[in-house]
């Protein structure tokens, strides 16, 4: 049956703070698709090219203003989220802003965004396209 791994993309090219931990990791992935028993039926796909640094850096300082924010609103007595994204609006640019309405979780997620996602998710169809031309061409 063929498979593909998503060999993790969490922070792009870059390293993660944990030195070796992400590269090792990322390595561990590939090397288990180069397996000789997978040979033909198992890829692995490289996410980090699709890795989006600006959107990554809008969402740390979105996380640096919550407490702010919530600080501010539990000072005004109004803790409704309407409130919390007004005070929020009022730290980006409306283009920043529009760009983080498609970020819906933590980077450990790709930041939930389908901008990260449906690349990823293009790139897994392709490889596993392949996968199934390869295999067909098998005698």
């Known amino acids: 049956m063929p498979f593909t791994i998503g060999v993790m993309g969490i922070n792009g090219e870059k390293e993660d703070?944990?030195?070796g931990m992400q590269m090792y990791f990322r390595q561990s992935q590939v090397a288990?698709?180069?397996l000789p028993e997978f040979k033909g039926n198992v890829t692995a796909v490289h996410t980090a090219p699709y890795w989006d640094d600006e959107l990554q850096a809008l969402h740390e300082?979105?996380?640096?203003?919550?407490p702010d924010v919530n600080a501010k609103v539990t000072?005004?007595?109004d803790t409704s989220w309407e409130n919390k994204m007004?005070?929020?609006?009022?730290?980006?640019?409306?283009?920043?802003?529009?760009?983080l309405k498609g970020v819906s979780n933590g980077g450990y997620h790709y930041l939930g965004a389908a901008k990260i996602m449906a690349p990823i998710?293009?790139?897994?169809?392709?490889?596993?396209?392949?996968?199934?031309?390869t295999k067909q061409n098998r005698p």
Not at 61 to 66: H, N, S
């Open 17 to 19: 703070k944990t030195p």
């Open 32 to 34: 288990a698709a180069a």
């Open 61 to 66: 300082r979105m996380e640096t203003y919550w």
């Open 75 to 77: 000072e005004e007595k």
């Open 86 to 99: 007004k005070h929020m609006e009022q730290k980006y640019q409306p283009a920043d802003w529009k760009k």
């Open 121 to 133: 998710g293009k790139a897994f169809a392709e490889a596993m396209v392949k996968l199934q031309k």
